[in-house]
């Protein structure tokens, strides 16, 4: 799962609808778009129907998710007979990250980190979701827009935490296994050519692997162990700065305290006074 992409996103609500049947009568069972303009995540709960995206067709039905990112063409048909029920969530949003003390924030139009549709297994919790986010954006009550933001990620969770392609669970295997060897030997000189030689892969492709897991790369994510254990020591110790340094895998404490500063926005010692 890539939780660096649940940690750092940052949704706005814009709207939450439900598309019934007295809608698609209204419209003729059919919903155009010359250009889409926000990012869509919905769920059927009912029904059938037809989405096209820049004139590619993929069929909905009963249990799936689909999403639709901004500047598409989109239409969406169905029938009388089989007619397509759904709750979707309309937002923008954006990437926010933490560089020390300052807080960068990047919109985005991409789409999400998620299949375009998704078929889930029945009794998956996801229409009472929907519907909760639905019943809260109509009644406007007090923690409305925080509540529905809150289902929205819960909700992000789930489907990036949905089952895997057999491809899909090895790789992360691999994944987590080069985590748990980084967790145990952090104190040690560990290179990217180290890590991917443990799992028998070549550098390149272990790092586009790992980062396709993680949102991080091997030494990126090496270095956030070892910082958390940075500070562990710093609270819980009388060491000095230098043997913390050693301790979490460093030997130059200069480095140790510019990479400490660029993580935290602060210096060892006053973390330690903190």
Not at 113 to 139: C, H, I
Not at 166 to 190: C, H, N, P, R, W
Request: charged share 25%; net charge positive; with cysteine.
């Amino acid at each position: 799962m890539n939780y660096e992409f649940l940690i750092s996103f940052t949704p706005k609500i814009i709207d939450v609808v439900k598309r019934d049947q007295p809608f698609w009568e209204t419209f003729q069972y059919v919903l155009e778009r010359d250009r889409t303009l926000l990012h869509v995540m919905a769920y059927v709960y009912s029904g059938q129907g037809i989405l096209e995206l820049d004139g590619k067709r993929t069929p909905l039905a009963s249990g799936c998710t689909f999403q639709v990112p901004p500047g598409k063409a989109m239409r969406i048909t169905t029938t009388p007979d089989h007619t397509l029920c759904f709750y979707s969530i309309h937002c923008r949003y954006g990437m926010a990250h933490w560089e020390g003390t300052e807080l960068r924030l990047a919109p985005s139009e991409g789409a999400l980190p998620l299949p375009e549709t998704q078929l889930w297994p029945e009794n998956n919790g996801l229409a009472d979701k929907f519907q909760q986010a639905f019943t809260l954006w109509k009644n406007k009550n007090s923690g409305y827009e925080w509540q529905v933001r809150q289902l929205l990620i819960d909700m992000l969770q789930s489907f990036l935490q949905g089952k895997l392609p057999a491809g899909e669970i090895s790789s992360a295997g691999s994944v987590q296994e080069a985590i748990d060897f980084m967790k145990t030997s952090y104190k040690e000189e560990l290179t990217r050519e180290r890590m991917a030689e443990r799992l028998s892969l070549s550098p390149g492709y272990f790092s586009i692997l790992f980062k396709k897991h993680t949102g991080l790369s091997p030494i990126h994510y090496l270095n956030r162990i070892r910082m958390d254990q940075a500070k562990h020591l710093l609270k819980n110790t009388r060491y000095p700065i230098k043997q913390v340094a050693e301790e979490v895998g460093f030997q130059d404490s200069f480095y140790f305290s510019r990479m400490f500063v660029k993580e935290t926005g602060m210096a060892p010692s006053d973390y330690r006074k903190s």
